[in-house]
T-cell receptor, first 115, second 113 residues
Framework: ETGVTQTPRHLVMGMTNKKSLKCEQHLGHNAMYWYKQSAKKPLELMFVYSLEERVENNSVPSRFSPECPNSSHLFLHLHTLQPEDSALYLC??????????????FGNGTRLTVT | DQQVKQNSPSLSVQEGRISILNCDYTNSMFDYFLWYKKYPAEGPTFLISISSIKDKNEDGRFTVFLNKSAKHLSLHIVPSQPGDSAVYFCAARYGGATNKLIFGTGTLLAVQP
């Protein structure tokens, strides 16, 4: 399998549940990202990991907890979410470094619904 | 405040004609600008980019123009095809070791056969 794979594709969870989103990349990249896309809003950067170290945390509530055990895997642990957290969560990867455009490669996302 | 703005939420164009998608930005520190295309139920895919030191980049039917003085860029698609129907996101990148991209809200392009 190639590219960036996200599981599950769809997730419905109650506000008291704990769940995790998984992302795996097969592109040999060493930077990984979580973005959130809500209706009629721009994609919002949540977290950035570079060489397995978190380098960006964009004021995201603590009910979202990222984990990057190695450069190929990224998780987003969810607990006690709110209905307004319902959105499309996108994982992306890229090479580390600011040379050239180094575009992000995105997965197909997890559509999360919080009831 | 949004640093990257796409003021047209949608655009409809006839097949074979030119599609022009626009994007404005506010931060002079961006070093690259990128366009992504997104189909329903899929993640965004990279389309074309331009360095802040250039004013034009062309790749097949796609051309991106950058006007730094106006802080404006545009994506031209010629000729437009029905398969181009998708949401197009403009993104701007801060320089540095991480590719921190700031995205616009997207423009839905519909190419009519």
């Amino acid at each position: 399998e190639t590219g960036v794979t996200q599981t599950p594709r769809h997730l419905v969870m109650g506000m008291t549940n704990k769940k995790s989103l998984k992302c795996e990349q097969h592109l040999g990249h060493n930077a990984m990202y979580w973005y959130k896309q809500s209706a009629k809003k721009p994609l919002e950067l949540m977290f950035v990991y570079s060489l397995e170290e978190r380098v960006e945390n964009n004021s995201v509530p603590s009910r979202f907890s990222p984990e990057c055990p190695n450069s190929s895997h990224l998780f987003l642990h969810l607990h006690t979410l709110q209905p307004e957290d319902s959105a499309l969560y996108l994982c992306a990867s890229s090479p580390v470094g600011g040379y050239g455009d180094s575009p992000l490669h995105f997965g197909n996302g997890t559509r999360l619904t919080v009831t | 405040d949004q640093q990257v703005k796409q003021n047209s939420p949608s655009l409809s164009v006839q097949e074979g004609r030119i599609s022009i998608l626009n994007c404005d930005y506010t931060n002079s520190m961006f070093d690259y600008f990128l366009w992504y295309k997104k189909y329903p139920a899929e993640g965004p895919t990279f389309l074309i980019s331009i360095s802040s030191i250039k004013d034009k980049n062309e790749d097949g039917r796609f051309t991106v123009f950058l006007n730094k003085s106006a802080k404006h860029l545009s994506l031209h698609i010629v000729p437009s095809q029905p398969g181009d129907s998708a949401v197009y996101f403009c993104a701007a990148r801060y320089g540095g070791a991480t590719n921190k991209l700031i995205f616009g809200t997207g423009t839905l392009l519909a190419v009519q056969p």
